[in-house]
T-cell receptor
Framework: RKEVEQDPGPFNVPEGATVAFNCTYS??????FFWYRQDCRKEPKLLMS???SGNEDGRFTAQLNRASQYISLLIRDSKLSDSATYLC??????????FGAGTTVTVRA | DTEVTQTPKHLVMGMTNKKSLKCEQH?????MYWYKQKAKKPPELMFV???????INESVPSRFSPECPNSSLLNLHLHALQPEDSALYLC????????????FGSGTRLTVV
């Protein structure tokens, strides 16, 4: 079983729509959780950390469910510029990041 | 300064060449990483340096040799690579342990011919 699993998508949504997707992780000792976005042929960039209480950053909302071992990302009012691959990233306390394979989101005009 | 700078951005090398990838950060981060990323795959961890000491080597072949000259610099020395080593090589840094996110450099796109 992979350490981090994501729905690869693609999620094709019109501008202004809401899109949400999840990521599950297998290691119950995982300590930190992040969403990164990666544009084609670019490096991953930190979108947001995910906290136990859930957190919001503008149009982006992240949730963590430790009991069920999943995290989610919701994007409201999608923009064309939100088109990217979203990587779920989980770490234990040993410097190692585990990456999901990514969820591709395409926002169309 | 919140950047991780990698050079070169692109590199083409023959299987008998020796080359080095360089990475620099001035954010005071004490952990630095090398990742390898193939197309349409997530990054794969290669090496972790913590306080300038190698703390994790993910069973990487010896044709890849990391070096951390000081807390701001991380090198990856390449020798006798194979065509299947062609990939995007990403450097990243973070504060101690896993506090906060990791900052990635823009990567070196390596092609082995």
């Amino acid at each position: 079983r992979k350490e981090v699993e994501q729905d690869p998508g693609p999620f094709n949504v019109p501008e202004g729509a809401t899109v949400a997707f999840n990521c599950t992780y297998s290691n119950s000792a995982s300590q930190s959780f992040f969403w990164y976005r990666q544009d084609c042929r670019k490096e991953p960039k930190l979108l947001m950390s995910v906290y136990s209480s859930g957190n919001e950053d503008g149009r982006f909302t992240a949730q963590l469910n430790r009991a069920s071992q999943y995290i989610s990302l919701l994007i409201r009012d999608s923009k064309l510029s939100d088109s990217a691959t979203y990587l779920c990233v989980v770490s234990t306390n040993d410097y190692k990041l585990s990456f999901g394979a990514g969820t591709t989101v395409t926002v169309r005009a | 300064d919140t950047e991780v700078t990698q050079t070169p951005k692109h590199l083409v090398m023959g299987m008998t060449n020796k080359k080095s990838l360089k990475c620099e950060q001035h954010m005071g981060h004490r952990a630095m990483y090398w990742y390898k990323q193939k197309a349409k795959k997530p990054p794969e961890l290669m090496f972790v340096y913590s306080y300038e000491k190698l703390s994790i080597n993910e069973s990487v072949p010896s044709r890849f040799s990391p070096e951390c000259p000081n807390s701001s610099l991380l090198n990856l020395h390449l020798h006798a690579l194979q065509p299947e080593d062609s990939a995007l090589y990403l450097c990243a840094s973070s504060q101690e342990r896993d506090r906060g996110g990791y900052t990635f450099g823009s990567g070196t796109r390596l092609t082995v011919v």
